[in-house]
């Protein structure tokens, strides 16, 4: 019976894929099954990063899907799957592969392409985005203090970044500092074993703990003016990238609750008590509804976007509301399913503890439920709630 029940995608809107696209989201679960969703409570656990798992997941060719022609909804859905079996894992794929890689191909120069793309999209090198500062989040448009002074064929940085997603271990970084000369603000391909340059791991994470978030301090880094990104001149072109990574976290609210809803049903269904399963009961038949309704809106929602995207008409307001809104209700969608698991939601060995605990940090990182809020709130008023 249980082959047969419906999923949280109550409505089918992966029906709307292509067919060919339908087929290699197929081959994405039957990877993720195998390959990640039977170990990733361990990972979690012990905070490690699985690197034996990078030239599986590169076997994959997904690399920025939208290069390859795929879809603006197959790329969310694909993100929306990579949550469903591992919340880091898929922050992993969006940092490296919507982030750097992205970079790569919408900013990189011919010569930047031809040493770095390739390998970059096949996973033989890991990339960064260095974006955030220890004292500057949502504000770091204007609050950016670290800098880059150009000294002949050279630019020297100072500064420091934090909760750079691997930063313990990438090979690059798109490293974002402010021009002393122009005040613009810069991007540059840092390669992160340069002299000056200091990672370290941040400790005692209570979501996401997969993923190796790192401060960098940058002191003195020379990198040469080749490494510069030519195609940057100001933090607009920053805003165009985080316009495409805000929409796939999104998408990874819509993983999230998948991934809620999947556990929850199943142990409703095996776990009995007073002599029947609680699935029978009325109240925990409710909550499983709201969980599905709450991940039927949300994905209501990111297949709109989807659809502005592919019309080129998505802006940063939408992309606000659309993680605004999901995130909200998958504060509630993961609550609900905790609760379902009673004490058992409190252990990650049922899977429940870890999807609670991850969703706490999409729903704060790419701006927070409040920042986002406010920049919807701004496009309704017309008037700014902040600087």
Request: a negative charge; one cysteine or more; proline letters at 2%.
């Amino acid at each position: 019976m249980e082959s047969q029940l419906p999923t949280a995608d109550f409505l089918a809107f992966e029906s709307l894929l292509a067919a060919h696209e339908r087929e290699k989201l197929q081959d994405v679960r039957d990877f993720l099954a195998k390959e990640v969703s039977p170990r990733a409570v361990e990972w979690w656990n012990r905070a490690e990063f699985p690197h034996e798992l990078l030239p599986k997941l590169a076997d994959l060719q997904l690399s920025t899907p939208l290069q390859q022609g795929y879809s603006h909804l197959f790329s969310g859905l694909v993100i929306a799957e990579l949550t469903r079996a591992d919340t880091s894992i898929a922050t992993f794929f969006m940092v490296h592969h919507d982030l750097f890689v992205e970079a790569l191909h919408t900013f990189g120069s011919e010569d930047q392409k031809a040493r770095l793309l390739q390998d970059a999209m096949d996973l033989r090198i890991t990339g960064a985005f260095a974006l955030t500062e220890p004292l500057h989040g949502s504000d770091v448009a204007g609050g950016m203090t670290t800098t880059a002074t150009r000294d002949g064929d050279t630019w020297v940085i100072n500064g420091a970044k934090r909760w750079i997603g691997n930063g313990t271990f990438c090979d690059y970084m798109l490293l974002w500092a402010r021009d002393t000369e122009t005040g613009g603000v810069r991007g540059f391909i840092l390669d992160a074993t340069l002299r000056g340059v200091t990672r370290t791991a941040i400790a005692n994470k209570t979501a996401l703990r997969t993923v190796q978030n790192a401060d960098i301090t940058l002191t003195d880094v020379r990198v040469p003016e080749a490494d510069r990104f030519s195609g940057i001149d100001s933090f607009n072109d920053t805003r165009q990238l985080l316009l495409g990574s805000r929409i796939l976290v999104g998408w990874q609210a819509v993983g999230q609750q998948l991934a809620a809803f999947d556990v929850a049903r199943q142990y409703a269904l095996e776990r009995h008590q007073f002599g029947r399963p609680i699935a029978g009961f009325q109240l925990v038949q409710d909550q499983l509804v709201t969980m599905m309704g709450n991940t039927t809106a949300s994905l209501a929602v990111m297949a709109r976007i989807a659809d502005l995207q592919a019309q080129g008409a998505s802006d940063m307001a939408q992309a606000a509301f659309a993680k605004s809104f999901t995130t909200a209700r998958m504060r509630e969608t993961v609550a609900l399913g905790r609760g379902i698991l009673g004490g058992n939601g409190i252990v990650t060995d049922y899977g429940m503890a870890k999807i609670f605990a991850d969703a706490e940090a999409v729903y704060t990182y790419e701006g927070s439920y409040e920042i986002n809020s406010l920049i919807v709130g701004r496009a309704l008023t017309g008037i700014s709630a902040f600087a």
